[in-house]
């Protein structure tokens, strides 16, 4: 069945349920970075995915059955089938003391051969990866590998939070995290103070008459942006956190409880502490699911005749797990790899750019460019042609009116900013425009 997670892309392979063994990988991809999966000729449960970051990476999961056979050469194939650099994840089922175990038994000395023989290097330290209920003992069966090109750029932590598993999440994450991926701000039109911003932005005369039409220009641009930072606010460039319309003030008392009481039993693994700890971990769950249900209800309620169908599915949709999926995949050209989106940008751009060359026409068609092209144009003529006449008023205001409402180019300026401009304003727009037009200086800075 398809495995969907609103912002994520999965990578998985999923192991027969009429086998005895246990088990089966997934890899959750973030799509705010390019990623794209791997093909692995393996009969391990191991899933990989090759991902952008601030180079690219090749990240596989792994699980290892406990009580099944490994073969040291499928473990050697696989690592041969990963690029470089590679991380290595996964629950291994193998104790040894170079990892923290007590002791070392016989899966463990061949994990530890498989690291020696391919020259990989284990980030795991001492800290304890996962919960034996039964027993209330800590071991280490989840491992992180990682190739030794990358060794140095890493840190390796193990979560507090069981997050209701019976394994602590490993974290691996770059020593620098000065490169942390910000989304770009941009303008909140719904909460602009429309007043204001005509009021600031408002161009004069002298600011159209420089004698240098890319001095005019720049002026316009940055009147009406200046003028946009003070009446309009921006979002915040931190990655953007899907809220739970359900969460509250008890679900957020209650999972701080259910936190107290774990690092209680934790550092002492008791009888007492432990039933505890249960307690608390079963009224966060009871507090959060009838929060749900209230929530829910509360938006059953709301709906109405004057609601639309959109947001009726929209809440569907996001209750079931259904969301709109935007993938960044890495981009192959024949042989050659591309991850970087600017590299990505480019490659597109270069065969947009070959299509709408003259390589791309006929010869009926080039031989009427050639004898098109012959021919001057005219822009100190008299007559009125099409072309050389001086745009009005009335062509700019149709213009913003059947303009969507796209993305702004590089000077930032959007066009419902043009839009909230007085007369006046908009009319040393026009000329700033038939200034260029008359000059015949097409290509600006900022334009």
Same mark, same amino acid.
């Given at each position: 069945?398809?495995?969907?997670?609103?912002?994520?892309?999965?990578?998985?392979?999923?192991?027969?349920?009429?086998?005895?063994?246990?088990?089966?990988?997934?890899?959750?991809?973030?799509?705010?970075?390019?990623?794209?999966?791997?093909?692995?000729?393996?009969?391990?449960?191991?899933?990989?995915?090759?991902?952008?970051?601030?180079?690219?990476?090749?990240?596989?999961?792994?699980?290892?059955?406990?009580?099944?056979?490994?073969?040291?050469?499928?473990?050697?194939?696989?690592?041969?089938?990963?690029?470089?650099?590679?991380?290595?994840?996964?629950?291994?089922?193998?104790?040894?003391?170079?990892?923290?175990?007590?002791?070392?038994?016989?899966?463990?000395?061949?994990?530890?051969?498989?690291?020696?023989?391919?020259?990989?290097?284990?980030?795991?330290?001492?800290?304890?990866?996962?919960?034996?209920?039964?027993?209330?003992?800590?071991?280490?069966?989840?491992?992180?590998?990682?190739?030794?090109?990358?060794?140095?750029?890493?840190?390796?932590?193990?979560?507090?939070?069981?997050?209701?598993?019976?394994?602590?999440?490993?974290?691996?994450?770059?020593?620098?995290?000065?490169?942390?991926?910000?989304?770009?701000?941009?303008?909140?039109?719904?909460?602009?103070?429309?007043?204001?911003?005509?009021?600031?932005?408002?161009?004069?005369?002298?600011?159209?008459?420089?004698?240098?039409?890319?001095?005019?220009?720049?002026?316009?641009?940055?009147?009406?942006?200046?003028?946009?930072?003070?009446?309009?606010?921006?979002?915040?460039?931190?990655?953007?956190?899907?809220?739970?319309?359900?969460?509250?003030?008890?679900?957020?008392?209650?999972?701080?409880?259910?936190?107290?009481?774990?690092?209680?039993?934790?550092?002492?693994?008791?009888?007492?502490?432990?039933?505890?700890?249960?307690?608390?971990?079963?009224?966060?769950?009871?507090?959060?699911?009838?929060?749900?249900?209230?929530?829910?209800?509360?938006?059953?309620? *709301?709906?109405? +005749?004057?609601? %639309?169908?959109?947001? !009726? $599915?929209?809440?569907? /949709?996001?209750?079931?797990?259904?969301?709109?999926?935007?993938?960044?995949?890495?981009?192959?050209?024949?042989?050659?790899?591309?991850?970087?989106?600017?590299?990505?940008?480019?490659?597109?751009?270069?065969?947009?750019?070959?299509?709408?060359?003259?390589?791309?026409?006929?010869?009926?068609?080039?031989?009427?460019?050639?004898?098109?092209?012959?021919?001057?144009?005219?822009?100190?003529?008299?007559?009125?042609?099409?072309?050389?006449?001086?745009?009005?008023?009335?062509?700019?205001?149709?213009?913003?009116?059947?303009?969507?409402?796209?993305?702004?180019?590089?000077?930032?300026?959007?066009?419902?900013?043009?839009?909230?401009?007085?007369?006046?304003? *908009?009319?040393? +727009?026009?000329? %700033?425009?038939?200034? !260029? $037009?008359?000059?015949? /200086?097409?290509?600006?800075?900022?334009?």
């Amino acid at each position: 069945m398809p495995f969907k997670i609103r912002g994520y892309n999965s990578a998985r392979k999923d192991i027969d349920s009429g086998n005895n063994i246990s088990g089966g990988v997934c890899i959750l991809t973030s799509n705010l970075y390019p990623s794209s999966p791997l093909s692995l000729h393996s009969s391990l449960q191991a899933v990989a995915v090759q991902v952008y970051t601030r180079t690219l990476v090749t990240v596989c999961n792994i699980y290892l059955p406990p009580h099944a056979v490994i073969n040291q050469q499928e473990l050697n194939n696989l690592v041969d089938q990963l690029p470089k650099p590679f991380l290595l994840l996964g629950d291994f089922n193998g104790h040894s003391t170079l990892w923290g175990s007590g002791s070392t038994n016989s899966r463990g000395r061949q994990i530890e051969k498989f690291i020696s023989d391919n020259c990989l290097c284990l980030l795991n330290n001492e800290e304890k990866t996962y919960f034996h209920e039964p027993s209330r003992t800590f071991h280490s069966l989840d491992l992180a590998i990682c190739s030794p090109d990358i060794l140095p750029l890493l840190n390796f932590t193990v979560e507090t939070d069981l997050y209701n598993s019976d394994h602590f999440p490993l974290i691996v994450s770059h020593a620098d995290s000065g490169g942390a991926t910000h989304c770009p701000p941009r303008y909140l039109f719904q909460r602009a103070d429309w007043t204001g911003f005509t009021q600031l932005a408002a161009i004069t005369r002298s600011m159209v008459s420089t004698p240098d039409i890319t001095e005019a220009v720049q002026n316009i641009i940055d009147c009406l942006i200046n003028a946009a930072n003070k009446t309009i606010p921006k979002s915040s460039p931190r990655l953007r956190k899907f809220r739970r319309p359900w969460w509250n003030e008890a679900c957020r008392d209650s999972h701080k409880e259910q936190k107290r009481r774990w690092n209680i039993f934790r550092r002492y693994p008791t009888t007492e502490n432990l039933v505890a700890f249960k307690r608390a971990r079963a009224n966060a769950r009871r507090i959060r699911r009838q929060s749900q249900r209230d929530s829910w209800i509360r938006f059953i309620s *709301s709906i109405t +005749s004057s609601t %639309s169908s959109s947001q !009726i $599915w929209k809440k569907i /949709k996001a209750a079931n797990g259904i969301y709109k999926e935007f993938p960044l995949p890495v981009l192959h050209t024949g042989n050659t790899q591309y991850s970087s989106p600017a590299d990505i940008v480019n490659i597109i751009g270069q065969s947009f750019a070959k299509m709408s060359s003259a390589d791309s026409y006929s010869p009926t068609f080039l031989a009427t460019k050639r004898r098109a092209e012959h021919i001057p144009l005219n822009f100190r003529t008299h007559r009125h042609l099409p072309y050389n006449s001086q745009f009005k008023m009335s062509e700019l205001k149709k213009a913003l009116n059947d303009a969507h409402d796209t993305s702004p180019g590089p000077d930032g300026i959007a066009y419902i900013l043009l839009r909230h401009l007085v007369l006046s304003t *908009s009319l040393q +727009s026009v000329i %700033s425009i038939n200034r !260029i $037009w008359i000059e015949q /200086k097409f290509k600006l800075n900022g334009m």
